[in-house]
């Protein structure tokens, strides 16, 4: 019978980055005047599970995650950090390796994308 894979540490950079994230949704929810119980009542998530969200224990799905974000207004400060295009690296990779056009299946002409 084959073991089960064990359970890998969280890396510390993954760690701090963690406690870094924590403490700035504590900070934004403080800034918006909010006790942990009215942000965790907005996101519909327990105050357990806030706490450990603002103290970086990890483990919080990344849905709680952006629920938490979106109930103190700063959802898309989130989404917009991970978007490719908004970085030198992922707007030069994208011209390297997306098509700027694709035919579609039976026109006469190209379809921009």
């Not at 890998?8 to 993954?14: A, D, G």
């Not at 997306?98 to 299946?105: F, H, N, S």
């Amino acid at each position: 019978m084959p073991s089960s894979p064990q359970p890998r540490s969280t890396p510390i950079p993954v760690r701090r980055a963690l406690r870094t994230f924590g403490d700035s949704v504590r900070t934004w929810r403080k800034l918006r005047g909010l006790t942990a119980e009215q942000v965790a009542d907005r996101a519909g998530i327990t105050r357990d599970t806030l706490r450990k969200l603002e103290q970086g224990t990890g483990g919080i799905s990344l849905e709680k995650t952006l629920l938490v974000a979106r109930s103190l207004g700063v959802m898309d400060l989130v989404v917009d950090a991970i978007d490719p295009y908004a970085s030198d690296v992922g707007r030069l990779r994208s011209e390297e390796q997306l098509p700027e056009r694709v035919r579609r299946a039976g026109s006469n002409g190209p379809l921009d994308v």
